[in-house]
Nanobody, 121 residues
Framework: QVHLVESGGGLVQPGGSLRLSCAAS????????MAWYRQAPGKERELVAT?????SKNYADSVKGRFTISRDDANLFLQMNSLKPEDTAVYYC?????????????????WGEGTMVTVSS
């Protein structure tokens, strides 16, 4: 099994910054694409940013220039700068992984339980 745990959320004023972290654990063989999603109150979950195993990055238009996704080992990060009230949401870590024993490897996507980011004055 693969477990993802987000951390770093909290309350921040508009224009402020937060750094989210996601720690992956379990019998992980490899992690392909990792991503941050978010779900604002009353809205659908949306993709925020992705990063591949080759470090190719993509961002939602709404966060370009403000957010930076990065990864190392089994950890995913999201540096959020110039935060806006509309960034308020529960942020979820997602990872596409190969996992299991060497003799039997599985693939799948896993989600963290989310960390709340509130941007408000």
């Amino acid at each position: 099994q693969v477990h993802l745990v987000e951390s770093g959320g909290g309350l921040v004023q508009p224009g402020g910054s937060l750094r989210l972290s996601c720690a992956a654990s379990g019998r992980i063989r490899s992690i392909d694409t990792m991503a941050w999603y978010r779900q604002a109150p009353g809205k659908e979950r949306e993709l925020v940013a992705t990063i591949t195993s080759s470090y190719s990055k993509n961002y939602a238009d709404s966060v370009k220039g403000r957010f930076t996704i990065s990864r190392d080992d089994a950890n995913l990060f999201l540096q959020m700068n110039s935060l806006k009230p509309e960034d308020t949401a529960v942020y979820y870590c997602n990872a596409e992984t190969s996992y299991g024993p060497v003799e039997k490897t599985y693939r799948g996507q896993f989600w963290g339980e989310g960390t709340m980011v509130t941007v408000s004055s």
